[in-house]
């Protein structure tokens, strides 16, 4: 079965730094692109960052550009989301997402951000920025 499961998150100061891990079980990570996405209270989903299946092609969100890398160990069947010089409006639950369906992008394409092409989450992992 697959499953998803991230972890990392936790409570930093603002300027702090986390990095997120979203570990795959059940099937093989390195045939798809991986994308993470996050939620604040009250706010819509919204797409954070994507890497491709070789890990070749990135892409992030304008606001945490500069701040935030993807990146993936597929012999670990892992993706990582190293988030730097954090800021208060990071507050929210952290998903990774997968479209593991047959015919799925093994690349970030231009809907990468659109939560509705992914057919499998995590749980979410809280990250909370805050004094």
């Known amino acids: 079965q697959l499953q998803l499961v991230e972890s990392g998150g936790g409570l930093v100061q603002p300027g702090g730094s986390l990095r997120l891990s979203c570990a795959a079980s059940?099937?093989?990570?390195?045939?798809?692109?991986i994308a993470w996405f996050r939620q604040a209270p009250g706010k819509e989903r919204e797409g954070v960052s994507c890497i491709s299946r070789r890990g070749g092609s990135t892409n992030y969100a304008d606001s945490v550009k500069g701040r935030f890398a993807i990146s993936r160990d597929n012999a670990k069947n892992t993706v990582y989301l190293q988030m730097n010089s954090l800021k208060p409006e990071d507050t929210a639950v952290y998903y990774c997402?997968?479209?593991?369906?047959?015919?799925?992008?093994?690349?970030?394409?231009?809907?990468?951000?659109?939560?509705?092409?992914?057919?499998?989450w995590g749980q979410g992992t809280q990250v909370t920025v805050s004094t």
């Open positions: 059940g099937f093989t990570l390195d045939y798809y692109a």
């Open positions: 997402a997968v479209d593991a369906s047959p015919f799925a992008n093994p690349a970030c394409g231009t809907r990468w951000s659109a939560g509705s092409d992914y057919d499998s």
